[in-house]
């Protein structure tokens, strides 16, 4: 799957691609935190994926932070759900697949475009059938942001963090992180 990509001006840390909007360095500026993420420079495809998923990464860890973050590709006539992207591959290989299930979540992610909170393992429900390792990695709070492209849900960004970590400012910069795929 080829993903269009909005990358960050990041000359320093990521890169030599400069603004080309004044108005979008302007915006930016106002957040410093998210300059990885928000001081959008410029829209292009690439194969490269690990690229593309590295730099999600270095952004994801200035902010909102993580300590999983995975991305899951949807294949909807196949139903099946594809890990594109890990930072843990040991145990959240890349290689995975699993089938895509009709859930409410399914509905409220893929289906509405919605983003999900749970900043408990509560809130996760049974939402999350994986949630025992999920707990083990230190993790009991999860942002799921659906990657929309030409209206339909192509990918879900996965990132968890300790039970409580997401604060709506934090909920704010994990939804940013969708610009970069």
């Known amino acids: ?6 990358v960050a001006n990041q000359e320093a840390q990521m890169g030599s691609l400069k603004p080309n909007c004044k108005q979008t360095r302007q915006k930016n500026q106002k957040n410093e935190k998210l300059g990885p993420i928000l001081d959008i420079s410029k829209q292009f495809d690439t194969r490269d994926h690990n690229a593309i998923f590295e730099r999600l990464n270095a952004a994801a860890t200035v902010a909102p932070g993580f300590k999983l973050l995975t991305i899951m590709e949807l294949d909807l006539p ?6 594109s992207y890990s930072s ?8 995975g697949t699993k089938p895509i299930l009709k859930t409410q979540w399914f509905k409220d992610v893929v289906e509405s ?3 999900f909170l749970a900043n408990s393992p509560d809130q ?15 993790c009991g709070s999860i ?3 659906p990657v929309v492209k030409s209206g ?7 990132i968890l963090h300790e039970t409580g970590y997401f604060t709506d400012q934090r ?4 939804l940013a992180l969708a610009k970069f795929l």
Not at 1 to 6: A, E, G, S, V
Not at 78 to 83: D, E, I, P, V
């Open 78 to 83: 196949a139903q099946l759900a594809r890990r």
């Open 143 to 145: 942002v799921n942001v």
């Open 171 to 174: 909920f704010k910069e994990a």
């Open 1 to 6: 799957m080829r993903f269009k990509l909005i």
């Open 88 to 95: 843990n591959p040991t145990t959240y290989p890349t290689s």
């Open 113 to 115: 475009q919605k983003p």
């Open 152 to 158: 339909k849900t192509v990918a879900v960004i996965n």
């Open 124 to 138: 996760m429900g049974d939402q999350f059938p994986d949630l025992d390792i999920i707990k083990s990695l230190g």
